[in-house]
């Protein structure tokens, strides 16, 4: 159940609302955002329901990363940027005053192109959240094994680790990296985990074990997941945002974008004719 | 003849001549380098041949004695462990404090450029306008007289922009995506710093503030007026050989004590000028030394 805001307008290229009451993530409201004097978003509004896995996808620049950055308002980091619009996470407005970004990008996880886990052991990696927001110190060593344990289980990686978590997370395969990438996000409970091209360092035999990983976080968080893989998006997303010029084209299922665009261009770019 | 099929990827005359350019610039490279090693390895062999006659335990361990034609030297040694030991003291956290606000927190702006320029300007200074420097800042219009702290602040200003810098390059070494990934669990920039960047970072860190050791101990113009004094009668034995300055004594140093042995004073043994200079040098390689091993040590235990 949600209380559905009255400023929740649907916009002709969204989905079409489902007949029962939907629960969304996200929610952005004619957000529009510039590095200096680039514009690279433009009146964006989307909905993210909860629970399933959304994919960004289009060309090259525009703005798939830059919209999965204002997510946990991690763009702020990247200097000279400036947003107009609104963002609600979970009903709130993340540029309200009373929110703390730290508390946001907790509960807003986000996983990179390239796996980086940092250079400190595969335990302290899983433990390192927990650590920047006090959580950890409250914790008896074997609960924090058991944290360790339940998030390396959860991403399948427990058993392929189990027997050297004190060695460093950066002699593990890019598999395993991105493996424990993820992991490290699930103590700090999140709500989202956000995605740039997870897969997009990994090998056919890694792509495949990373997507089945995803599939598995569905329901229990909401992903969002940048991609340029078109087989990937149809493969791994139950829906689908396409965007061309850091304007939103069309948002609908999955399989309704691939098998019956909307729009030309989103045509035109799922066969691969530009891109 | 004919049988003999032409051969398809024979050497042209251009390429015959970019080879033989090929080996002469391989040669004069190698050359070049080997030019760079004869005159530490002849400086090194000629000071120990001259100074053989002096070196001995007691010629570390004694006091100058008889205006300086017997003894040895070992108040100008502890005059100079105590000037860097006191000059690090203060140089190292500021510089490194200033290095990491540099790296990690300063925006590009016109401030942030305008430090820039001023350190490595201020790393292009003479030592002996340092030493004037010193003289005015601190021993008049500070009121420190000269003295050890003066002298010990001077050489502290001299050694900051390198410390800034190599702390900044450090740092800079560290991948950003460490740092993204701190961010985006929701890490302060502090927390960041605190718990990966620095502990990946602290050995370029060290070697640069360790590297100063040897510009510190080494530089006579900014203690010339600041601190350092011909001759003062220590203790020959004892917590007071030791520990004979205090930060408002004037002391005898190493580099300044072979300046006054060289030219200013008669009679005082070839072999003694010599050998404190092997002294001086000695230190600077085995503080050079200390500091490579210690960064090949950090380096063996971090891996990304």
């Known amino acids: 159940m949600s209380t559905v805001a009255p400023q929740y307008v649907s916009t002709p290229f969204t989905a079409p609302e489902p007949e029962f009451i939907q629960d969304y993530s996200i929610r952005t409201n004619d957000l529009n955002l510039w590095y200096g004097d680039f514009q690279a978003l433009m009146d964006v509004s989307v909905k993210i329901k909860k629970g399933i896995i959304t994919g960004l996808i289009g060309p090259s620049g525009c703005g ?19 947003t107009t619009g609104d963002i609600e996470i979970l009903d709130k407005n993340i540029y309200d005053s009373d929110v703390s970004v730290r508390q946001l990008r907790r509960s807003v996880g986000m996983v990179f192109q390239r796996p980086n886990p940092l250079p400190i052991s595969i335990y302290d990696n899983v433990l390192f959240g927990m650590g920047i927001h006090d959580a950890y110190k409250p914790l008896s060593k074997s609960e924090r094994n058991d944290v360790v344990e339940e998030a390396l289980r959860e991403v399948d990686l ?118 | ?59 570390l361990l004694d006091n100058p004695e008889k205006k300086m034609t017997a003894g040895g030297i070992w108040g100008p040694l502890i005059g100079t462990f105590f000037l860097v030991l006191v000059s690090l003291i203060i140089a ?79 740092l800079a070494s560290v991948p950003m995506s460490f740092r993204v990934a701190c961010w985006n669990m929701g890490a ?9 960047v620095l502990p990946n970072s602290i050995s370029g860190i060290l070697t640069g503030v360790i590297l100063q050791v040897a510009r510190a101990a080494g530089e006579t113009a900014p203690i010339l007026f ?18 004979p300055y205090g930060l408002d004594d004037r002391f005898m140093a190493l580099s300044y004590h072979l300046y006054i042995i060289s030219t200013q004073w008669q009679n005082v043994p070839e ?6 200079a092997a002294v001086m040098i000695g230190l600077v390689i085995a503080v050079n030394s200390i500091s490579i091993a210690f960064r090949i040590y950090l380096r063996s235990r971090k891996k990304w």
């Open chain 2, 92 to 170: 190292a956290p500021i510089g490194i404090l200033a290095g990491v606000y540099l790296n990690e927190f300063a925006r590009d702006n016109w401030l942030t450029r305008f430090i820039n320029l001023a350190v490595v300007n201020l790393a292009g200074v003479p030592s002996i306008v340092h030493g004037l420097f010193g003289l005015g800042a601190f021993v008049y219009f500070l009121g420190m007289d000269r003295c050890l702290l003066a002298a010990s602040c001077t050489v502290a200003v001299m050694t900051l922009p390198v410390i800034i810098t190599s702390t900044k390059e450090a």
């Open chain 1, 64 to 82: 798939k990363t830059t919209l999965l950055r204002c997510f946990n308002r991690i763009n702020e980091r990247y200097g000279n940027v400036t």
């Open chain 2, 1 to 59: 003849m004919s049988s003999q099929p032409t051969n398809p990827f024979a050497e042209t005359e251009e390429e015959r001549r970019g080879k033989l350019v090929e080996n002469l610039v391989g040669i004069s490279t190698l050359l070049m380098t080997w030019l760079l090693i004869i005159p530490v390895l002849a400086i090194i062999i000629f000071l120990v041949y001259k100074a053989w006659p002096a070196l001995s335990i007691e010629f």
């Open chain 2, 188 to 196: 302060t920039k502090w927390q960041t710093i605190r718990t990966i």
């Open chain 2, 226 to 243: 600041t601190g350092a004094m011909i001759s003062s009668r220590i203790a020959d034995s004892g917590w007071e050989a030791m520990v």
């Open chain 1, 158 to 275: 427990w058993n392929t680790v189990k027997d050297r978590l004190k060695s460093r997370a950066t002699t593990l395969t890019l598999e395993q990296q991105q493996k424990l990438c993820i992991a490290r996000l699930l103590p700090l409970k999140p709500d989202i985990i956000l995605m740039d091209e997870p897969c997009s360092a990994l090998d056919a035999e890694g792509i495949e074990k990373v997507e089945n990983l995803i599939e598995s976080l569905r329901d229990e968080y909401t992903v969002v997941i940048v991609t340029h893989n078109m087989a990937q998006a149809r493969r791994a997303t139950d829906e689908c945002i396409f965007m061309l010029l850091g304007e939103i084209i069309e948002h609908s299922k999955t399989s309704e974008m691939f098998l019956n665009p909307q729009h030309e261009k989103t045509e035109m770019y799922i066969q691969g004719r530009y891109g």
């Open chain 2, 271 to 276: 072999s003694f000028k010599f050998g404190t």
